[in-house]
């Protein structure tokens, strides 16, 4: 039976086992993120800290940080979702009796879809009004972030112009009792509302639920297409219909098993700065300015218990999260697009920063053709780097799309770069909020070309007496060579430019010091997330070729961190002390 709301499926968990109650004090700010991080990237279980220093409601964190619990929360795997998902659009496409009755369950679902109202609502059994925020169990995640933000927060916005509803997970800023950012970022369905009322002179209403069953938390990541409502959507994957009630405002239903709502509106033409933040690119996305939520009224159900997630550097709690959106929602992109075999982006890159995609093409460059369609599709369009690779590749597998570089990428003829694109909010490679660019890289076989180069072998230990910059080398599956170095991470590139020992590798990268060659997650993460391609790609030699670079050579990338760049995230030492010390205190194994 699906969960009726949070406090039932926390109830499910501590049964089985996969719950640790934390009664000691605890500090929201940085003691919380430092203790759940080291549990994340165990797989651990869900915390509950039911001693919050300042505040009088428990803390969740990581309840969703593990494959298990995300399967317990949906009642199956989230490739079974996608599936049924598939089945039902088939169905319909066209329609027939024998298709419906084989799917006759999937469309029991469809009937679950309309949210139904209920009159009384746990949730508005306890109102707080004036709303005091400095009530909550807020959290700080990072050192230098610019205070405490609601992390987790389910934020439901209504189209001034249809009255659709969108809900969405934006991070909230709070600067103070009844006031919090909105970080709209490009591209979100909440913020295309914004854009409706403040072209009317008209605030925004907004409700903040903060805490609701776990289908319905998941359901406010899924990128859905606009239009599509999330409780609707929610009550598909349930199979039982949202309830929703009202709160102080008529036809603008809420979720009405939620633990917190917070009920207020955002003026038009009123920002103020947001951030620092640490976000899951694994640094700080600095300050800018967003509009502004003033909180009217908390709601809140008895014993409400107050989620949060903590992002950063991988592992996170988000990569579970953000992997099950992938599986779910695959199954639909491979109808639209029969081309697709499987199409990945990797959490290591901060999801947006990777993606590969397999394909069978039936035409050639079709590969080329299916990139361009990514970079134009709801969230994907976000994507900086995207790579192509035939059918019969494991896309999820980084060394086997390596593979396919080696033998089957020439950047003559299959090197795509985008400059001057949209891009995702919390890029911060460009120098500029929102822009960007891209590149493609074909390594498909295609029909007219076929080149098993052998792996490439160097003498890692001879690399280092190029250049007293480079501290470690690695070279990976025979087609990247990637460099740590301690500065001047171009200029190194730049000296090989010329020399034969490099010219058999298809890619060469430089990384910072604090990216371990030996980690490959991490590793992942210190390549993509640190270079523009338009500034920081360049190719053993480009020529021009009637109006169009021509490229040959290998791909140098200088992915190292960069003086305009924001810090990546570093726990303090003192809280990391703090948390050693307190270990046995807080019962985690």
């Not at 230098?144 to 112009?161: A, M, R």
């Not at 709801?378 to 396919?404: H, I, P």
């Amino acid at each position: 039976m699906p969960f009726k709301n949070l406090q039932t499926f926390v109830s499910h968990l501590e049964k089985e086992k996969d719950l640790i109650r934390i009664k000691a004090e605890v500090d929201p700010v940085l003691e919380v993120t430092e203790i759940a991080t080291r549990v994340v990237k165990k797989s651990g279980p869900a915390l509950l800290f039911e001693n919050i220093k300042g505040s009088r409601f428990p803390l969740l964190i990581n309840v969703l940080g593990a494959a298990r619990r995300v399967e317990w929360a949906l009642g199956r795997s989230p490739a079974q979702v996608g599936q049924e998902l598939s089945h039902l659009a088939e169905s319909l496409m066209p329609p027939s009796p024998q298709k419906l009755w084989h799917n006759r369950s999937g469309l029991v679902r469809v009937l679950k879809m309309k949210p139904k109202f209920v009159a009384r609502a746990s949730l508005t059994m306890n109102k707080m009004e004036p709303a005091n925020m400095d009530l909550l169990p807020l959290a700080q995640s990072w050192p230098k972030d610019g205070g405490k933000f609601i992390t987790f927060p389910l934020v439901i916005t209504q189209s001034p112009k249809d009255g659709k509803q969108n809900m969405g997970v934006y991070r909230m800023h709070v600067y103070g009792k009844n006031k919090t950012g909105m970080h709209w970022q490009i591209g979100k369905g909440g913020g295309y509302h914004y854009q409706e009322a403040e072209a009317r002179d008209e605030k925004l209403p907004v409700v903040v639920i903060v805490g609701a069953d776990p289908i319905l938390m998941m359901c406010g990541i899924l990128p859905l297409p606009e239009g599509l409502s999330e409780m609707s959507f929610a009550g598909f994957l349930r199979g039982t219909a949202t309830a929703v009630t009202d709160l102080t405002r008529p036809k603008f239903p809420v979720p009405a098993e939620a633990e917190f709502a917070l009920e207020g509106f955002v003026s038009p033409h009123q920002r103020r700065q947001e951030g620092p933040y640490g976000d899951h690119f694994g640094h700080y996305s600095l300050e800018a300015p967003f509009p502004v939520f003033q909180v009217e009224r908390i709601w809140h159900r008895p014993q409400a218990i107050f989620p949060i997630a903590v992002v950063g550097k991988p592992p996170q709690e988000d990569q579970v999260i953000g992997d099950a959106v992938q599986e779910m929602l695959l199954p639909l992109l491979k109808i639209m697009h029969p081309e697709i075999s499987d199409l990945w982006a990797y959490q290591e890159a901060g999801f947006h920063n990777l993606l590969v995609i397999s394909v069978k093409q039936r035409f050639e460059k079709e590969a080329i053709k299916t990139a361009l369609w990514a970079l134009g599709e709801g969230q994907l369009a976000l994507t900086k780097c995207v790579v192509v690779v035939d059918a019969d590749v494991d896309a999820r597998n980084f060394n086997a799309v390596l593979k396919s570089i080696r033998n089957f990428f020439d950047p003559k003829d299959d090197f795509l770069l985008l400059p001057g694109t949209s891009q995702d909010t919390l890029d911060f490679t460009s120098g500029k909020m929102n822009l960007g660019s891209k590149f493609i890289i074909d390594a498909t076989a295609g029909p007219r070309k076929f080149n098993d180069r052998p792996p490439v072998s160097l003498d890692i230990q001879s690399i280092g007496q190029l250049d007293p910059r480079i501290k470690e080398a690695r070279i990976l599956e025979g087609t990247m060579l990637v460099l740590q170095v301690t500065s001047g991470g171009r200029e190194v590139l730049e000296k090989m430019l010329t020399s034969p020992a490099f010219q058999g590798f298809s890619m060469v990268a430089t990384v910072s010091e604090d990216v371990p060659l030996n980690d490959n997650t991490l590793l992942l993460w210190g390549l993509f997330t640190r270079f523009d391609c338009h500034r920081d790609t360049f190719f053993g030699k480009t020529a021009l070729h009637r109006g169009h670079p021509v490229y040959s050579g290998p791909l140098f990338i200088d992915a190292t961190w960069k003086p305009d760049y924001p810090e990546p995230l570093v726990m303090n030492q003192e809280i990391i002390e703090r948390v050693n010390r307190r270990w046995p205190e807080y019962g985690i194994e």
